[in-house]
């Protein structure tokens, strides 16, 4: 027994027993993890990554355990300075950096020397990993039980960083020195600008469109580099330039994960037809490989409308590019043009963004009499959405007259009272647009329509605000304001 107490003791004695802090401490970091609790959900930072509030936290922080420090106050105050010049390299490094993007845009369209560059995205190449080792240190030991003071903690890990300082070379190649696996990217994609800028200087569009659908991050796929296709007037074959660039920016979407802009897409769109392929436009709008705007849908839309052995193709396309970006009234009209008028009602229904302008927008561009009579009667158990007054008095007031004359005697011929109950079952047109109707019908010598309308708003009991009067000009009856008793 007593060789197991000394045995026991033994085992007690070599284990190092971490002090106990005292209460003053256990306060200071109670006070501390309420601190980064209470502020680190307040401003929602996000629990990993580099964080600009979460930073201002912990910096916050690290004064307070600075000030509360005797022994080891001026080592944590060189670590804090230490930190905050890392931090500094770093937003001068994001400063440099949004330089170099810009400059690479630049220079992708305008050729020239690249070694001076070269150098200035080697130099960016600074101690993230430097700054990250220590932010964790000092974080852990935040959570910790502290045992071990901060500096006695940090101190295999600030040596660490600082002997990193020393691995950075002022001359990189592609490669990063800590990693051969790892591409200096800035580096990497000034060769890849160079090398097309070469290739476009040579006269070799296809291989420099080719370089375009390939490069990194989509950094050739702006406006720059396709005027410098659309600018070549001479070139070999009979294919464009410029078409082998589109082709090549709609073929790396895949890679770079976004459509080209508007503007981008239009012009890629205007040099397809123009060589007549609208294979192409098919497949880019069928894969959304376009970003989609009126002026797009326009110009598939009247590309349609003079290729007619195309046009419901096209018409089809328009309707898509259309509906996408919220053009409804013309994505209707799409669909009306290809006789698909049943599809166009249900879509207006559907959509519930439709006005009144917008209705006559279709029987302007399109007065067919199927699209009229959806419009104006009861439509697959839908109410009418136009009144027939003012759908008569629109088109016989435009370009449309006898489409107009040509509805309003069909209602009349209907069958008797037919006339009269659609006039007075119409209550957005008003009496002056009837009679307007009226005048118009004796003007084109539709006599007994114009009559017909007449006797409808005189017979009204009560009385209606009209006269009638003889008009030596035409053998009708004129609609004027009075009051018939």
Not at 11 to 39: F, W
Not at 86 to 95: A, D, F
Not at 278 to 289: C, F, K, S, T, Y
Not at 330 to 354: N, P, V
Request: with cysteine; hydrophobic share 40%; proline share 3%.
């Amino acid at each position: 027994m007593a060789g197991e107490r000394e045995s026991t003791a033994g085992l007690v004695k070599s284990k190092a027993i971490p002090p106990i802090p005292s209460g003053a401490d256990r306060n200071l970091l109670c006070r501390i993890r309420a601190y980064i609790t209470t502020e680190t959900g307040k401003l929602s930072c996000p629990d990993q990554g580099p964080d600009e509030q979460r930073y201002i936290i912990y910096r916050n922080v690290f004064d307070k355990v600075i000030e509360n420090t005797t022994a080891y106050k001026n080592i944590l105050t060189s670590i804090k300075q230490e930190y905050e010049e890392s931090i500094n390299v770093l937003h001068r490094g994001k400063e440099d950096s949004l330089f170099l993007q810009r400059k690479l845009k630049s220079m992708a369209s305008d050729p020239m020397t690249l070694v001076a560059y070269k150098k200035r995205a080697s130099q960016l190449q600074n101690k993230y990993k430097r700054l990250k080792l220590v932010a964790d240190a000092v974080a852990a030991w935040g959570y910790s039980d502290k045992s071990v003071s901060l500096a006695e903690f940090i101190l295999p890990t600030l040596t660490e960083a600082l002997s990193l300082k020393e691995v950075d070379s002022v001359w990189p190649g592609v490669f990063d020195d800590d990693d051969p696996n790892k591409i200096d990217e800035p580096a990497y994609l000034l060769e890849y600008v160079e090398r097309f800028n070469q290739l476009f200087e040579d006269k070799k569009y296809k291989e420099a469109a080719m370089h375009v659908a390939n490069c990194p991050r989509g950094i050739l796929h702006n406006m720059e580099v396709m005027e410098k296709f659309k600018a070549v007037t001479e070139y070999e074959g009979n294919v464009p330039p410029l078409l082998h660039f589109f082709e090549a920016v709609m073929s790396s979407f895949s890679a770079v994960r976004r459509s080209p802009n508007a503007k981008m897409s239009l012009e890629g769109v205007k040099c397809a037809l123009k060589k007549n392929r609208l294979d192409l436009v098919i497949h880019w709008v069928i894969q959304q490989r376009l970003t989609c705007s009126e002026a797009l849908g326009e110009v598939i839309y009247d590309y349609g409308d003079v290729e007619l052995r195309s046009m419901d193709t096209c018409m089809a396309l328009a309707q898509i590019v259309y509906n996408k970006c919220g053009v409804h009234k013309k994505a209707a009209l799409c669909m009306c043009m290809c006789r698909q008028i049943s599809g166009a009602m249900a879509y207006i229904h559907e959509t519930k963004k439709f006005s009144l302008d917008d209705y006559l927008f279709l029987l302007n561009k399109c007065p067919r009499t199927e699209l009229i009579q959806c419009l104006i009667h009861e439509c697959n158990g839908n109410p009418a959405v136009l009144s027939i007054g003012i759908a008569i008095l629109w088109l016989i007031s435009n370009d449309h007259k006898e489409v107009g004359f040509h509805l309003l005697k069909e209602i009349h011929d209907s069958g008797q009272g037919a006339l009269e109950q659609a006039i007075l079952n119409d209550v957005d047109c008003t009496l002056e647009g009837w009679q307007e109707i009226a005048d118009a019908c004796n003007a084109h010598n539709y006599n007994t329509l114009a009559n017909s309308i007449l006797t409808v708003l005189t017979s009204q009991e009560g009385g209606t605000v009209i006269r009638i009067t003889a008009d030596d000009d035409n053998d009708g009856a004129r609609l004027t304001e009075h009051l018939f008793l």
